[in-house]
């Protein structure tokens, strides 16, 4: 067993149920596998700030500042080197396929999720039989926008509800039929940070003979997640959370043979079998994913989320998920031990490390938090605190009680 390591009061209660009695005691993880100090010495900023909002954007890293630097130097010194950049952009590609357990080919470069998603839905036919889409309640507003746009193409959108923070698998039951083309499920909800259960949607979808989208981005960089193996169709997902990146890059995962199928309507040079045959009036496509790519890429973005993504892979996500789980249960406990209200599942095993406290003043708490130097993210009547993998367990509690006497402080 690693040094540090010892098991999470909820997982103890697990192995506790399956161990023959006397079950050992076992004591919360103070720490995770990895070395802590190391990590947190290539983060400048929490020199001086407690980050606790990676849900919304993660932190400046020594490797994804250098990668930024790299592209600036490159394009100083050589005033462009289409070659190079293009290179980096093809090894983002791979990374983030490595991060998912994907082959390379079968992921397009996007520039947002919502283009991601623009990018799918513009390439489904509405008009037959299967003109159903059937959206989770807990998707990003923006995917929720790119399924409604659809309608006026013939979809017709129905909600799956979100009660309490979370859903009941069961409403997918209900409401996935022999008319729905597809299934749009975000792996968690950027709201509560509840976590779905990916496969099982999957089994209900395919079993109706729908697709699964799936909007990964408040999980991924936080766990294993194996796409091919999860029974999505799609996976989407931008850089700038838990991965370590920066805006304007987003990647999307299509299930192999698949993506032939599409011919979205929604395209540009990059998704043409040559992009440099420059010819105007042949509208081929791509090969594999690759027929998703739209305009110039992201060049810039392409190096910083790469040096982002290895970073995390090289540390290990099996480590990171572990303690990112345990500092997200450190989260409720003690919000619930300086009685504040959790929004959303409290089940350590349907839930991303984001934790959601109700606060109707969120802004303002949120502001008044950044003066004492704790980062935390407002969203609706809710501050999140978002704990990741640089994160140290005082971080948490300083978070929590910053948290705890502002709201106290100004009655939010
Ligand atoms: C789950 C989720 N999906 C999508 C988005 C937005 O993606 P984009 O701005 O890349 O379109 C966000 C947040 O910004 C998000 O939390």
């Known amino acids: 067993m690693p040094q540090g390591w010892s098991c999470p009061r909820w997982a103890c209660l697990v192995l506790a149920s399956r161990l023959p009695s006397p079950a050992p005691i076992l004591s919360a993880m ?16 929490l020199g001086t700030h407690v980050a606790l909002n990676s849900c919304s954007q993660a932190p400046q890293c020594d490797v994804t500042r250098e990668a930024a630097e790299a592209y ?41 999720v919502s283009q991601a998603t623009a990018s799918v839905a513009s390439g489904l036919d509405y008009a037959g039989t299967r003109s159903k889409v059937v959206a989770s309640g807990a998707e990003f507003p923006t995917v929720g926008h790119v399924w409604l746009a659809q309608e006026r193409f013939g979809a017709e959108v129905a909600w799956v509800p979100v009660r309490d923070g979370a859903i009941d698998l069961g409403e997918y039951d209900r409401l996935v039929d022999e008319r729905t083309l597809v299934v749009s499920a975000c ?75 599409l011919h979205p309507a929604l395209t540009g040079w990059f998704g043409r079998v040559d992009p440099f045959a420059f010819d105007a ?38 480590a990171v998920g572990t303690w990112t789980a345990e500092l997200g249960r450190r989260c409720v406990e003690g919000a619930h031990a300086r009685g504040l209200t959790v929004l959303g599942p409290t089940d ?8 959601a406290i109700a606060c ?16 935390a993210s407002a969203r609706g009547p809710a501050i999140r605190l978002a704990p990741h993998f640089f994160n140290t367990v005082d971080d948490v509690e300083q978070g929590l009680d910053a948290l705890a006497e502002v709201m106290h402080a100004t009655h939010a």
Do not use: C
């Open 348 to 355: 350590p095993a349907h839930r991303a490390p984001t934790t």
């Open 30 to 45: 103070n720490a995770p596998s990895y070395d802590l100090d190391a990590v947190r010495r290539q983060i400048p900023i």
């Open 187 to 261: 792996r968690a909800y950027y709201q509560t940070g509840f976590k779905q259960d990916v496969a099982a949607i999957a089994d209900i979808a395919h079993d109706r003979g729908a697709l699964l989208f799936v909007d990964a981005y408040q999980t991924l960089g936080t766990e294993r997640f194996d796409a091919p193996g999860s029974g999505a169709d799609f996976v989407a997902s931008g850089n700038l959370k838990f991965l370590l990146g920066i805006p304007g890059i987003a990647f999307l995962w299509v299930r192999p043979g698949l993506a032939e199928t």
């Open 72 to 112: 600036l130097e490159s394009w100083s010194r050589s005033g462009m080197d289409w070659d190079a950049w293009i290179g980096e952009t093809e090894a983002a590609r791979t990374e983030f396929a490595a991060l998912i357990g994907a082959d390379a080919r079968d992921v397009a470069v996007a520039t947002s």
């Open 281 to 318: 009036q042949t509208l081929d496509w791509g090969d594999g994913a690759r027929r998703l790519d739209l305009g110039t890429p992201p060049i810039m973005e392409a190096y910083v989320a790469r040096a982002g993504m290895a970073w995390l892979r090289r540390i290990g996500l099996d």
């Open 360 to 375: 109707e003043e969120s802004h303002a708490v949120e502001r008044a938090l950044r003066a004492r130097g704790i980062i």
